[in-house]
């Protein structure tokens, strides 16, 4: 890639994850009446995190590879069988789904801004203006 | 693509929660259907269960779940059962398919039962809907990257 940078990896990474998770959410409202069904839960953020720190923080570390790192983080879902919600076995709950679902959007939005002007900034170095 | 499988999942529930919305219809409509001496129609029921997923709607990396449940499909309708519960009895010697007690036998609908159950068909049905708008409104703010 041509711009190997940590910011753009650790963006698109984290908008792989929100992607993801909205895909994760729309199961479990999809099937929030099945009965026994698990809601799905997806975790990206802890292990992102902890990559973009060894990423700024080990030295000797070439540019692509610390971007490498950081683009190789990839979303886990699990399976929530703990919890319990209905006495069919599901555990969906619509309301904590929709609050998931609306702060998901927003930090997919976020990030989507913040790539934009990352890109933005890399277009004004090239062209100069 | 997982931005639209995300759309896809979405209308794999609406799909589910408008068809349960057409049985309890049918169920309404047919809530004084008899259909000859000692039998009636029965309230009819929508079973569903989390959809077999084709590749694409594949979560990335569902290392740490548990039994597949890394793939995701929606919901599926498994099929439309008949209720097995007892049908009603209503005494009117009169009617042409009254038995020889004079019992005529009525479904087994309950009303407010089935309107219950349509507003839970609403509900969901409203759910998937906004899950729809936000994996929309998720994929055109991706889309605005590359403008």
Redesign the interface.
């Given at each position: 890639m041509l711009f190997d940078d940590v910011t753009a990896a650790t963006l698109s990474s984290a908008l792989r994850g929100y992607e993801a998770r909205n895909l994760a959410i729309s199961n479990n409202l999809a099937n929030s009446e099945t009965p026994g069904y698990k809601r799905l839960d997806v975790s990206f953020e802890s292990a992102l995190a902890s990559a973009t720190h060894d990423a700024h923080s080990l030295s000797g570390m070439a540019r692509s590879e610390a971007a490498d790192l950081v683009a190789g983080v990839m979303p886990s879902s699990t399976a929530d069988t703990v919890t319990a919600m209905r006495t069919d076995g599901g555990n969906v709950d619509p309301d904590t789904e929709m609050a998931a679902l609306a702060r998901n959007q927003l930090a997919h939005q976020t990030v989507t801004s913040l790539l934009d002007k990352h890109l933005t900034l890399i277009r004004t170095a090239i062209i100069g203006r | 693509m997982?931005?639209y499988?995300?759309l896809g999942?979405?209308a794999?529930?609406m799909t589910?929660?408008r068809l349960?919305m057409d049985v309890v219809a049918d169920n309404l409509a047919n809530a004084d259907s008899t259909t000859g001496v000692g039998a009636a129609y029965r309230r009819k029921a929508v079973t569903?269960?989390?959809a077999t997923a084709t590749p694409e709607?594949r979560?990335?990396?569902?290392?740490?779940?548990?039994?597949a449940?890394?793939v995701?499909?929606?919901?599926s309708v498994t099929g439309i059962v008949e209720d097995g519960s007892e049908l009603r009895r209503v005494f009117e010697p009169g009617h042409p398919l009254a038995d020889a007690e004079g019992y005529v036998t009525k479904p087994n609908v309950n009303p407010v039962t089935e309107m219950v159950d349509m507003v839970?068909?609403t509900?969901?049905f409203e759910?998937?809907v906004?899950?729809?708008e936000?994996?929309k409104?998720?994929a055109r703010?991706?889309l605005?990257?590359i403008q």
């Open positions: - | 997982s931005m499988s995300a999942i979405s794999t529930g589910a929660e349960r569903m269960a989390p709607f979560l990335p990396g569902g290392v740490n779940a548990t039994s449940s890394g995701v499909g929606g919901v839970a068909a509900r969901a759910a998937n906004t899950a729809f936000a994996s409104t998720m703010d991706a605005r990257i």
